[in-house]
Structure formats: C-alpha cells, structure tokens
C-alpha cells in the first residue's frame, strides 16, 4: 500500500513537474520580449519586469518537488557520495523527519498569515503599473511547499524501504508511464 502511494505521488509530481516546465518557455519569452522592449524601442515596464521575477518564482517553488523526485536538489557530498545505497537511504530518512518536514511545516504555517493578510487588502504590487493580487503569488509559496512535502511522504516511504533492504536504491526515478 506505501508502495503504491509514493508511486502515485512520483506519478503526480513527475505529469506536475513537465507541465510548470512550460512556465520556462513563457519566462523566455517574456524576458526575451522585455530586452528587445528595452534596447531597440528604448521602453521598460515595471509589469513585465514584475512578471519576469513572478515566472521565475512559480518555476522555482512549483517546481521542487519534481526536482526531489530525480535527487537533484543541492546537496554537499563530502561524505554522503562515498557511503552505500542503504546507509544513504537510512541518513536521507532521518533527515527528512528532523530537518525538513519540520522546516517545511514552519514554512507553510508562517506564510498562511501573509497571504490571508493579502488576501484581506488585495494586495497588489507598491508599483505603479505592477503586477497585482499578489496574495496569489504569495498563496504559491503554501503550494510549492505543500507539493514539495508532498514528494518527501514519497522520498520517506521509498528511503524507508531501501534503507531496510527490501529493494534496491535507483539513483533515479523509474520511468512514470
């Protein structure tokens, strides 16, 4: 049953992960919009600089749980690389109930008050011509966590199964079909 839950969570973050990906190609766009605007016709707008640093956002939070889901979040390896798949798994396990589940709860209970606060005043850029409802933006921050906690339940259920020895480590995801 544990089995099953985390590979329909990899399943979830792995369709989720390839669809914010299409976030970077509007990113691109609109940076590449934003410098031709710049520097042939001379003109800015604080709207599409603001929408420059609110793509890379969402990309950047939306997007973490996918990142969990292949180990490529930073990571020092120092010690960890030279360590087997087993003990990895057993380290990755601790880590995830002492460090980040905590950390990410914090995360997602100290926000709540800033997007509800938002939310209330319909907050919008202090900018004039700025993006506005930035309490959306803001609630993004509750959802990137809230998806990222989401991989960890997968990540623990898979690292507690390996760290025990019940099945081999990959070293990335298995292909979603």
């Given at each position: ?6 590979r329909r969570i990899d399943a979830f973050q792995e369709r989720f992960g390839r669809s914010v990906s299409w ?42 749980g996918y990142t969990m889901l292949y180990d490529e979040h930073v990571r020092i390896d120092i010690l960890y ?27 997602v209970y100290t926000t709540w008050p800033f997007v509800k606060h938002s939310f209330a005043v319909n907050e ?54």
């Amino acid at each position: 049953m544990l089995r099953e839950l985390a590979r329909r969570i990899d399943a979830f973050q792995e369709r989720f992960g390839r669809s914010v990906s299409w976030l970077m190609f509007g990113m691109v766009a609109v940076v590449f919009g934003d410098v031709i605007s710049r520097y042939v016709f001379n003109r800015s707008s604080v709207f599409i600089q603001e929408l420059e640093w609110h793509l890379f956002g969402l990309v950047y939070l939306l997007a973490a749980g996918y990142t969990m889901l292949y180990d490529e979040h930073v990571r020092i390896d120092i010690l960890y690389s030279k360590w087997s798949p087993r003990r990895k798994a057993a380290f990755d396990l601790v880590l995830l109930f002492v460090m980040f589940f905590p950390s990410a709860l914090l995360v997602v209970y100290t926000t709540w008050p800033f997007v509800k606060h938002s939310f209330a005043v319909n907050e919008g850029s202090p900018d004039p011509g700025g993006i506005p409802f930035r309490w959306a933006y803001k609630a993004v921050i509750m959802i990137g966590f809230l998806l990222l906690m989401l991989q960890a339940i997968s990540q623990a259920i898979k690292n507690f199964y390996w760290a025990m020895g019940w099945e081999e480590r990959a070293r990335h995801a298995p292909e979603i079909h």
